[in-house]
């Protein structure tokens, strides 16, 4: 069992900047990776980035975000954070941290442990 609690500055204006930290506890060991995911009003959850936890690093990242977003982690902290750089208007929406016990490779939707989410709103 695992716990994961998101924290950060909720705002920014398109073109800014902004950073988003995940801080896990308990059974932090048998975690494989840790992904960010967000859902932006009226559309589904969606993969944001990931990275691979007990080794690597090892990263991926959606399209829509790469090259403006960065995951990273501070394993002995048990945190992971996401820099969000030259933010869009349709980045806005709820962000989740989520750990995955299974280890199964590339971005997918079935983590197995999920935060309380954090919303982020970026103004034009």
């Known amino acids: 069992q695992v716990q994961l609690v998101e924290s950060g500055r909720g705002l920014a204006q398109a073109g800014g900047s902004l950073e988003l930290t995940c801080v896990a506890s308990g059974r932090t060991f048998y975690m494989y990776h840790v992904g960010w995911f967000r859902q932006a009003p009226g559309k589904e959850r969606e993969f944001v980035a990931s990275v691979k936890w007990s080794s690597g690093p090892m990263t991926y990242y959606a399209d829509s975000v790469k090259g403006r977003f960065t995951i990273s982690k501070d394993y002995p902290m048990n945190t992971v954070f996401l820099q969000m750089n030259s933010l869009k208007v349709e980045d806005t929406g709820v962000y989740y941290c989520?750990?995955?016990?299974?280890?199964?490779?590339?971005?997918?939707?079935?983590?197995?442990?999920w935060g309380p989410g954090i919303q982020v709103t970026v103004s034009s």
């Open positions: 989520a750990a995955d016990y299974a280890g199964r490779p590339g971005p997918r939707m079935d983590y197995d442990y």
